[in-house]
């Protein structure tokens, strides 16, 4: 693997306006199993931003894990995370929606609080840990309303955003950070995982850094969902090239599970609104790969919002788009 200095450095790649070459891409073996034996998934393309380009999924022949094979390197990958990337979007002002887009915002961070706080209660003195936390609005939610101290780290150099002020960020890969003396009473990977080039050792080094007693959540898109079902190959969750692996129930199970981690929870729901894939897979049908152009979107989405509220009340049970795992460390 490439060193930390030069995946970091790759940040300031420009953004891509043709297909990846070859020589961008690398193959893969399954994350969970290891083999190279795997059958055709479903082809992608980069929804979201509109970048140039096909992208491949593949299901593992032995343990049917779906993932992107081949992947664009580590090394090359920054440069489809620019600043328009939505965790990434610096403040702005929208006009009449503002106060609208800040509460969907808040909402957000409020509903990550809201599942945390079933399975463990924060103090000044507990020690959370937000993997892939960008601008860290959710961990200032919890130093500001519990006094947690609070650690982020992410693969992209945030320390612009004002909500980061009082995190101690960490720029890099999760499993090279150095937290060898630290251990947390809560980790937590919201939308995380999929990202991930290695989810398996980085499951193995949030168990290494979680006390005894602490919890670990995670939160990824439902592969075996209604919206997947419904859009296909412009299902939100697939957001090539940026997922590298997509999970169902299972293979999530699978993959906290082996990597010594017993599970306290499973929710067939999130705190990301399942709402933003039933319009983003609906746009995307429409616009095939010419990207979304947030700015034009707010809005639509936001009507859109309102007429499927009666359906929203009903999120929890629908199964739509999201999952969410707690576990703890494994006896």
């Not at 103090?123 to 006094?147: I, K, P």
Request: charged share 25%; with cysteine.
């Amino acid at each position: 693997m490439t060193s930390l200095a030069s995946e970091v450095g790759a940040w300031s790649d420009p953004i891509p306006t043709t297909a990846p070459s070859p020589a961008l891409l690398e193959a893969v073996s399954c994350y969970m199993c290891g083999s190279s034996e795997r059958d055709h998934f479903i082809t992608a393309e980069d929804d979201l931003g509109g970048t140039a380009g096909t992208f491949r999924f593949v299901r593992c022949s032995r343990c049917r894990l779906v993932y992107q094979n081949p992947r664009v390197a580590l090394q090359h990958i920054g440069a489809y995370y620019d600043d328009q990337y939505i965790a990434h979007r610096r403040k702005k002002n929208w006009g009449i929606l503002t106060p609208l887009f800040e509460r969907a915002m808040n909402k957000l961070d409020v509903d990550k609080d809201a599942i945390v706080s079933r399975y463990i209660e924060l103090g000044a003195g507990s020690r959370v840990l937000d993997v892939g936390c960008a601008v860290g609005t959710f961990l200032a939610r919890l130093h500001e309303r519990y006094g947690a101290h609070a650690t982020g780290v992410d693969f992209k150099d945030l320390t612009f955003a004002p909500s980061l002020r009082n995190v101690d960020f960490h720029c890099g890969l999760f499993y090279e950070a150095p937290f060898a003396d630290q251990q947390f009473d809560l980790v937590t990977m919201w939308h995380f995982l999929e990202h991930d080039y290695d989810p398996l050792r980085s499951l193995a080094t949030a168990r290494r850094v979680l006390k005894p007693e602490g919890r670990l959540v995670i939160e990824v898109p439902r592969l075996d969902s209604r919206t997947f079902r419904w859009f296909g190959d412009r299902w939100p969750g697939l957001q090539a090239p940026q997922h590298t692996v997509i999970f169902d129930r299972d293979s999530l199970l699978r993959a906290v599970r082996k990597s010594g981690l017993e599970v306290v929870d499973y929710l067939p729901y999130g705190a990301f609104p399942a709402y933003f894939y039933l319009f983003t897979g609906a746009a995307f049908r429409i616009l095939k790969g010419r990207g979304l152009d947030l700015d034009r979107a707010i809005v639509p989405y936001f009507i859109g919002q309102l007429l499927t509220m009666p359906m929203m009340l009903f999120e929890r049970r629908l199964n739509l788009a999201m999952q969410t795992v707690v576990c703890r460390r494994a006896s």
